[in-house]
């Protein structure tokens, strides 16, 4: 049996040993092997690492230099960037970060590489162990079915277990050996001998049933101390409001020798996305629209009122004024939910490509949460990895209930520059220049007058500086441009009608726009006898715009084509609509992404007739079927759309599916199509003549046929998935996210519902918990507790501040203690970081000591504040004495903090690194938290 000969080579200490990261838990494993007097192989992606290891340098504060070279010296340690060489090991246990994002969302990129690393080079015969913290599940639902991919059979081929890490560095009372192994295998012979193994380095060893109880017990330790932290702070806030002494209380409470155990307070405790060309609903107070996400994310980042800053390799954008559409997963209500952050990060984690089996795609991070439906229509999230044919995903479809608004209006002058103003002239409708003379001789003179008389038109320039003085409605205004015979007009305000709407389709369909001599020339160009669209066209810009036009048929290609010669209507078009120039930058104008029903139809309907074609066969079918020839009747139809424009496509797909339609789309290229007797019949009337061909299909076809694509489950509609396709991505890639209050799901390509990011460390617990249909919220608002206290930390300076008549801008402040714990040089999850970056956001000029820290950069903090690094400063007694205030985020044993006392102002102490004896006679007022 594979347990047998593994546990022979353990015992004999001929299991040669392979650990995969060298950091805070790695190293000091892997030398307490070599130490033991196992044959080991550390593995790391760092070659710098891997160097100075094998030169004999330890980089790890509970592991020295000269422990480091007895391995090497003794032939039982090297370390190497050539992962080939696990195929030599028995055991190989991953000790890779799992980093904790402000962002919420899990890191699996490390664990995921690691186990692709392990599943090229594994053979028969090895143990493999996963001590990195992660989610309940991760090595039976990830990590085995990675390793089986090699062909390796579990139990027979290989072992698999879970053991947590506990290492507290900096901790010399607890190191590797004296801390109580815990361990859980995927089966009772992973446990028994990942048991056997490490009781070979450790004093105790606590075995579990699974794999899963010790990847719970790793969170139910972070989540207890998190939860107890976060209390400890609340509590703190709550003794300075009442002028007690928090320290003082908690040692009080820490007598009690049953039922209490000490937590103290401090400034605080320290994903996956879609591809940027998935899209987004949202919409403003200017109406809603269809985004790729980085389109939105570059959009929302260039305005001033959005603040961007960077969390742990995040660019992130907070509460911009947006909505997007949601799903609420528990009622399966659709609704507007306002957007939390957008989030913007480079990332190599491999990517997911999901297919229904209507040929809807979307391009996610292999963990990023998908919705899935159950039978009774339940949703429910899975990974992407884990996504498989024939789940149902939940996609956008609305009711085809009759919306009514107004015409929309757009006021041209709103957004016509002013340098353009020279060249155009204003007219009113109805009315003569004359009629207003005394108004204009008053403010423009005499001379001028007459002349504005007599040709009836006012400069624009001169209209904008006397507007307030007439009673005129821009309503009744017309603008001019050119003179004589190529002079033409366009209203001041454009009222967005749903021929208009119509007229805009058909632009956006068959239309482009160029500039000739700065003047904007429009073309919609259609075949031939495409006559009635030609009409249709020009009786809209006659009729509706009062704007002239010409239409001239070209012989070669069979064409018509209509030619507007108006600047203001090509800057109508292109400047302030945005539909742009050319076929494959066409948009629909966001005005009428949530206009009413009517426009959205008129709308379709140029689009349609444009680029809309028609399907029917009509006719007997003979097929052939276990030796006998069968002939049945056949009546098929389908109106489909094509566009080479990405944002264009996913506008109308959006458009309707709001309506109640159900496209589906081609395999190879971007063309919808709409098939089903109910919904031809809605819309047998949009394209005009080329619809005239489904009457053939409607008088054929005898009997409505149940497609099997699209199915309703309660108010839910689902569509089965096709296929998955995995990619490793070789080069970063930009992805992007958004977190949504309350439902934390959103819209993205082709109306498919997905849930945005999913958090990390405690709260991988308290998301899996929700997978299973329970929300914990004493996770969460220890979370608020915790992450608020840089916030915190920061009021406190600026109330010291304000009572020696400073503010925080313009203060000095300087920080002692950087690293996430006393004595230590790890950075990870410090809310120094929080807290430097929220003072200099107020204007504060920040310096730092740390000796463990030389250097402080930004490149993946919480920056909101200015983002450049910082530089460890020699604590001199000018340093001391030239900062405003003090700021105590850890306290290092190295710092004489009477003497900091003796120097400073003003000091707010985190830590307690104050005792009483040292605050004694201190000439600095001192704020404790």
């Not at 092997?33 to 790391?44: M, P, R």
């Not at 619809?691 to 497609?707: A, D």
């Not at 850890?890 to 605050?919: F, G, M, P, Q, W």
Request: with cysteine; aromatic share 8%.
């Amino acid at each position: 049996m594979i347990k047998d000969e593994i546990k022979n080579l353990i015992a004999e200490k001929r299991a040669r040993i392979g650990v995969i990261g060298l950091g805070y838990v790695g190293l000091p494993l892997i030398v307490e092997f070599a130490l033991k007097d196992f044959s080991t192989i550390g593995f790391e992606v760092d070659e710098k690492k891997t160097d100075d290891i094998n030169a004999g340098k330890s980089h790890i504060v509970d592991v020295s230099s000269e422990n480091v070279q007895k391995c090497l010296d003794g032939g039982k340690f090297h370390a190497t960037t050539d992962f080939s060489e696990l195929n030599k090991c028995d055991v190989i246990i991953i000790c890779v970060p799992t980093p904790l994002r402000k962002t919420k969302d899990p890191d699996m990129s490390y664990i995921l590489a690691a186990g692709e690393e392990i599943k090229k080079y594994a053979r028969r015969g090895q143990l493999i162990i996963l001590e990195s913290t992660t989610y309940p599940g991760t090595t039976d639902e990830v990590l085995q079915p990675m390793i089986e991919e090699a062909g390796l059979k579990l139990d027979e081929d290989f072992l698999l277990a879970f053991s947590p890490e506990r290492v507290d560095p900096g901790n010399p009372q607890f190191q590797t050996h004296n801390i109580t192994k815990v361990v859980g295998g995927v089966g009772k012979d992973s446990t028994e001998i990942a048991a056997f193994l490490y009781s070979h380095i450790v004093d105790n060893v606590h075995a579990v049933s699974s794999a899963r109880v010790a990847e719970a017990c790793k969170l139910w330790e972070n989540t207890f101390r998190a939860i107890n932290i976060g209390m400890a702070n609340e509590m703190a806030k709550v003794c300075n409001a009442l002028g007690i002494d928090a320290w003082e209380v908690v040692r009080a409470a820490a007598t009690k020798p049953f039922g209490f155990m000490a937590f103290y307070p401090g400034p605080g405790i320290g994903g996956h996305c879609l591809l940027g060309k998935e899209t987004a609903v949202v919409r403003n107070e200017k109406g809603e629209r269809v985004e790729n996400l980085a389109d939105l994310f570059e959009k929302e980042s260039a305005k001033n009122r959005v603040r961007k800053f960077e969390v742990y390799g995040s660019d992130v954008i907070y509460k911009p004024d947006l909505q997007t559409l949601s799903i609420d997963m528990k009622t399966n209500e659709r609704t507007w939910k306002p957007v939390e952050y957008l989030f913007r990060r480079q990332t190599d984690a491999s990517t997911v490509t999901i297919t229904t089996s209507d040929n809807r795609r979307i391009t996610v991070t292999d963990l990023h949460p998908m919705l899935v439906a159950d039978a009774s229509g339940n949703l429910q999230q899975v990974f992407a990895k884990d996504v498989q044919a024939g789940m149902r995903l939940p996609i956008h479809i609305s009711s085809d209930a009759e919306t009514n608004f107004a015409n929309p209006k757009i006021d041209l002058l709103s957004y016509l520059p002013k340098e353009k103003y020279k060249k155009i002239r204003v007219r009113i409708q109805n009315d003569i220049w004359k009629t207003h003379r005394e108004i204009l001789k008053e403010t423009l003179g005499a001379e001028n007058t007459w002349e504005f008389i007599r040709q009836n038109y006012l400069p624009l320039e001169k209209f904008i500086a006397i507007e307030n003085k007439l009673n005129i409605s821009r309503e009744n205004l017309r603008l001019f441009t050119g003179r004589g015979t190529s002079a033409t007009s366009f209203p001041v305000v454009v009222e967005i009608t749903p021929n208009v709407a119509r007229l805009i389709g058909y632009y956006l369909a068959e239309g482009c726009a160029s500039l000739e001599k700065e003047n904007w020339r429009i073309r919609v160009t259609f075949n031939r006898d495409e006559e009635e669209f030609t009409d249709d066209v020009v009786s809209i810009l006659e009729n509706e715009l009062a704007v002239k036009c010409s239409v001239s048929n070209n012989s070669p290609d069979y064409v018509t084509q209509i030619r507007v010669a108006s600047t203001l209507f090509g800057f109508f078009l292109t400047e302030v609509l945005q539909c742009g120039k050319g076929s494959t930058e066409m948009a629909i104008p966001d005005v009428l992404i949530g206009a009413s029903t009517a426009h959205r139809q008129e709308l379709l309907k140029g689009l349609l007739r444009g680029d809309g074609d028609v399907y029917v066969k009509v006719g007997k079918q003979t097929y052939a079927k276990n030796g006998k020839t069968y002939t049945s009747h056949n009546a098929t139809a389908e109106i489909g759309y094509f566009t080479s424009s990405p944002k264009l496509m996913q506008q109308v797909i959006f458009l309707l599916q709001d309506l109640g339609f159900t496209p589906t789309f081609k395999r190879t290229k971007p063309h919808l199509q709409m098939k089903g007797r109910e919904q031809l019949l809605r819309m047998k009337d949009w394209l005009g003549a080329k619809g005239t061909k489904l009457q053939n299909y409607f008088e054929n076809s005898r009997k409505i046929v149940l497609g099997r694509t699209f199915k309703k489950l309660g108010d839910l509609i689902t569509v089965p998935v096709k296929s998955i396709e995995i990619a490793l991505t070789k080069n970063p890639i930009e992805v992007f996210s958004i977190e949504v209050e309350d439902n934390h799901t959103f819209a993205t390509s082709y109306g498919i519902f997905v849930h945005n990011c999913i958090p990390l460390d405690p709260h991988y617990l308290s998301w899996k918990a929700r997978q299973h249909g329970f929300d914990s919220q004493f996770i969460s608002l220890a979370e608020q507790v915790n992450s608020g206290m840089p916030k915190y930390v920061v009021k406190l300076v600026s109330d010291a501040l304000n009572d020696e008549r400073k503010a925080v801008n313009g203060s000095r402040i300087l920080i002692l203690g950087v690293a996430y714990k006393k004595d230590i040089d790890d950075m990870r999850e410090s809310p120094a970081l929080s807290v430097i970056d929220l003072l200099r956001s107020r204007g504060a000029e920040v310096v730092y000591h740390d000796a463990f820290v030389p250097e402080v950069t930004f490149d993946h903090a919480y920056t909101i504040g200015d983002g450049e690094p910082l530089y460890n400063q020699d604590l001199t007694d000018d340093l001391i004495q030239s900062a405003d205030c003090v700021v105590i985020c850890t306290e290092h044993s190295d710092v004489d903090y009477k003497r900091v006392c003796e120097l400073s102002k003003v000091i707010v102490d985190t830590r307690n690194a104050l005792k009483e004896e040292t605050r004694n006679g201190s000439r600095a007022k001192i704020v404790r938290l």
